[in-house]
């Protein structure tokens, strides 16, 4: 069984009728650089850099990000690295950031991720930096976390006219062309705004783990409704076929890099709505390969067509499961 996954490595990931989906990387410390490598990963969908300001109790500096950052896209060797901009409030806290974040009573609702970020420019500022001179040594794109609105990407680029200017005036190497800018669509009004926001952004990642918490109003802390979290949802499927489709129609990538494209089971629904880039857990990747390599994508979408009319999760699981048995 892992003999097999691992000479799986090799093999492109791509369905029986020869269409290509790109299977990527989400990391969380460079140290995982080498491993997702080892697991096939063609690219890093999702590098999260809240390790950047764990554990300590100052700020890393512009150069100390872009020497880490640095080594993660040399690591990567010519293979684009997706870098997220810090994503902390929320669950997620960094002691340093703690007099900027207060306290507050709806912590998932509050001042976290991007809203952090625009609140803090330079915080916004070091990052960006540093993500454009890592940039300079292979591809990079730029991520933004829980953007809800056109504003917020607006603001950023302004800060980050600001911050190349500043750069080319001091004569560093950045990336050229300046990298791509995307926002992770984990709120259900990105979702439902897809169309508008995806005319100011470069590329979309489509974040599961927030998306379904958000659209159900589900605490998985909260073991009492855990069993509540869906991601079989019909709103959930909803709400990532319009946001998928928004890019699509708009010509520009779309991910998806939440927990659930790293699921095997449900390949099939992301090769029938069109994606063909997932970001996931490196040990993940050869499972969700060897699925693809099993399926058609004409049968995924027909799956979907088929799957988005339904109104419970059994099912849209019953037919996810009778997909994979036909293919099989
Ligand atoms: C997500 O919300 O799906 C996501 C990928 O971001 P994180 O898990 O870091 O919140
Ligand atoms: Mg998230």
């Given at each position: 069984e892992s003999r097999s996954l691992g000479r799986l490595r090799d093999l492109p990931a791509e369905t029986l009728d020869g269409c290509r989906v790109r299977l990527l990387a989400n990391l969380?410390?460079?140290?995982e650089v080498e491993p997702s490598l080892a697991a096939g990963?063609?690219?890093?969908?999702?590098?999260?850099?809240?390790f950047l300001f764990m554990n300590r109790d100052d700020l890393p500096d512009e150069d100390e990000q872009a020497a880490i950052l640095t080594a993660v896209v040399k690591g990567m060797a010519g293979r684009p690295v997706t870098v997220r901009t810090l994503d902390v409030g929320g669950e997620k806290l960094a002691t340093a950031l703690g007099a900027h974040l207060g306290e507050s009573a709806n912590p998932a609702l509050g001042l976290r991720a991007i809203r952090l970020s625009l609140r803090v420019p330079e915080l916004l500022e070091a990052q960006l930096a540093a993500i454009l001179r890592a940039g300079a040594h292979g591809p990079v794109r730029m991520l933004l976390p829980m953007v809800a609105s056109v504003e917020e990407v607006r603001a950023v680029r302004v800060i980050l006219q600001k911050v190349v200017a500043r750069l080319r005036r001091r004569g560093v190497a950045i990336a050229d062309p300046l990298p791509p800018l995307g926002a992770m669509i984990e709120i259900p009004g990105a979702a439902l705004a897809a169309d508008a926001l995806i005319r100011e952004v470069d590329f979309f990642a489509i974040g599961t783990n927030d998306l379904i918490m958000y659209t159900l109003a589900i605490?998985?802390?909260d073991e009492r409704v855990?069993?509540?979290?869906?991601?079989?949802?019909p709103a959930v499927l909803r709400l990532i076929h319009f946001a998928a489709d928004a890019a699509l129609r708009a010509g520009k990538p779309v991910s998806v890099c939440g927990e659930m494209a790293g699921d095997p089971r449900f390949a099939g629904l992301f090769v029938g709505w069109g994606i063909r880039e997932l970001s996931m857990r490196a040990p993940a990747i050869p499972q969700v390969k060897r699925r693809l390599r099993a399926m058609d994508s004409g049968g995924a979408g027909r799956l979907v067509a088929t799957a988005?009319?339904?109104?419970?999760r059994a099912a849209v699981s019953r037919l996810l499961e009778a997909f994979e048995q036909a293919e099989a």
């Amino acid at each position: 069984e892992s003999r097999s996954l691992g000479r799986l490595r090799d093999l492109p990931a791509e369905t029986l009728d020869g269409c290509r989906v790109r299977l990527l990387a989400n990391l969380e410390l460079p140290g995982e650089v080498e491993p997702s490598l080892a697991a096939g990963a063609e690219g890093v969908g999702l590098l999260r850099t809240e390790f950047l300001f764990m554990n300590r109790d100052d700020l890393p500096d512009e150069d100390e990000q872009a020497a880490i950052l640095t080594a993660v896209v040399k690591g990567m060797a010519g293979r684009p690295v997706t870098v997220r901009t810090l994503d902390v409030g929320g669950e997620k806290l960094a002691t340093a950031l703690g007099a900027h974040l207060g306290e507050s009573a709806n912590p998932a609702l509050g001042l976290r991720a991007i809203r952090l970020s625009l609140r803090v420019p330079e915080l916004l500022e070091a990052q960006l930096a540093a993500i454009l001179r890592a940039g300079a040594h292979g591809p990079v794109r730029m991520l933004l976390p829980m953007v809800a609105s056109v504003e917020e990407v607006r603001a950023v680029r302004v800060i980050l006219q600001k911050v190349v200017a500043r750069l080319r005036r001091r004569g560093v190497a950045i990336a050229d062309p300046l990298p791509p800018l995307g926002a992770m669509i984990e709120i259900p009004g990105a979702a439902l705004a897809a169309d508008a926001l995806i005319r100011e952004v470069d590329f979309f990642a489509i974040g599961t783990n927030d998306l379904i918490m958000y659209t159900l109003a589900i605490d998985r802390g909260d073991e009492r409704v855990a069993h509540l979290y869906d991601p079989l949802h019909p709103a959930v499927l909803r709400l990532i076929h319009f946001a998928a489709d928004a890019a699509l129609r708009a010509g520009k990538p779309v991910s998806v890099c939440g927990e659930m494209a790293g699921d095997p089971r449900f390949a099939g629904l992301f090769v029938g709505w069109g994606i063909r880039e997932l970001s996931m857990r490196a040990p993940a990747i050869p499972q969700v390969k060897r699925r693809l390599r099993a399926m058609d994508s004409g049968g995924a979408g027909r799956l979907v067509a088929t799957a988005m009319l339904e109104s419970d999760r059994a099912a849209v699981s019953r037919l996810l499961e009778a997909f994979e048995q036909a293919e099989a």
